[in-house]
């Protein structure tokens, strides 16, 4: 009879691979992430509208009236992509930024903040909305919101 081992080792092999890890969209953001870094690429209203006009209906309608609504509300905000989707900043910080349903694959769209964003109320308060469509109610809700986050 074998005496019994005092202990048995753990392997220290990954059990999830990195490829696993993300969906394919994730690691489509991500790439996206690193090539913007990359000589200022993702810089610029062009490059924001350029990115805009290649999303589907309804998300492009959305993307172009919230890109209006953001620029006329506060200037201060600079056009960028962030993870490969149109986003506004203030000194190179991400306030907010649009998510077309498409990008992950999702029922809606997706208007968010950052933490970046002056929308602090309390212990809780919200920090993205599900889009859908827009009307006179929701962009004045949201040129409200982008004047106070970047306040």
């Excluded at 953001?29 to 209906?57: F, H, P, W, Y």
């Excluded at 919230?66 to 006329?72: C, F, G, K, P, V």
């Excluded at 970046?116 to 827009?134: I, V, Y």
Aim: with cysteine; hydrophobic share 35%; aromatic share 8%.
């Amino acid at each position: 009879m074998k005496p019994a081992q005092k202990g048995t080792q753990k392997s220290t092999k990954r059990t999830t691979s990195t490829s696993k890890a993300f969906t394919e969209e994730e690691r489509g953001a991500i790439r996206d992430r690193v090539q913007e870094t990359k000589a200022g690429k993702g810089e610029g209203e062009s490059v924001v509208l350029a990115k805009i006009a290649e999303m589907r209906e309804p998300d492009r309608t959305m993307a172009k009236r919230l890109h209006t609504i953001i620029r006329e509300s506060s200037p201060a905000l600079s056009p960028r992509l962030w993870y490969g989707m149109p986003a506004y900043a203030k000194d190179d910080k991400v306030v907010c930024f649009f998510q077309a349903a498409q990008k992950f694959k999702t029922r809606y769209a997706t208007f968010g903040f950052s933490d970046k964003a002056n929308l602090d109320e309390g212990n809780m308060w919200p920090n993205a909305f599900a889009l859908k469509g827009l009307t006179a109610a929701e962009e004045a809700r949201i040129a409200a919101l982008v004047k106070k986050a970047v306040s």
